[in-house]
């Protein structure tokens, strides 16, 4: 973060991410079990994981954007987006395409992760011309 390496904070998020839900099925499953019943863990995980990663990214995308390198966007926005595509992807795979082999997005963590974090940077960069020149 302190380099300002926009596609390694991105990417390293998104691949921590994508590789701890595949490690952990049961993780997914069970928040979508404790948001679906109500249960009173869901607030304290909102408030302990998806608040603090939504403010650390937040605060990242505002202060590049301080800097010039992203353009005026709600900067929760752009994390809800990049974290809805990360997300997203688990839940495929872990509810649908279960097959290691995949039938439709045949790539590995890494490679959706860096995709996921270029996709993302392409949209908000303050020159996007230059953004996919890189």
Do not use: C
């Not at 590049?64 to 992807?89: C, K, N, T």
């Not at 860096?114 to 011309?129: M, N, S």
Request: hydrophobic share 50%; glycine share 6%; charged share 25%.
């Amino acid at each position: 973060m302190e380099a300002a390496d926009d596609l390694a904070v991105f990417q390293g998020v998104a691949l921590h991410m994508l590789a701890h839900h595949e490690s952990d099925t049961e993780f997914l499953r069970l928040l979508m079990y404790i948001a679906l019943e109500k249960h009173s863990l869901g607030q304290v995980f909102w408030d302990k994981n998806v608040r603090v990663l939504y403010e650390f990214l937040g605060g990242y995308v505002r202060r590049r954007q301080d800097e010039g390198a992203f353009r005026d966007v709600d900067p929760y926005a752009a994390v809800r987006v990049f974290l809805g595509s990360v997300i997203h992807h688990s839940l495929v795979n872990l509810l649908w395409d279960r097959d290691p082999a995949r039938r439709i997005f045949r790539v590995s963590n890494e490679e959706a992760a860096r995709q996921f974090a270029e996709i993302l940077l392409r949209g908000i960069a303050a020159d996007p011309v230059a953004a996919s020149a890189e």
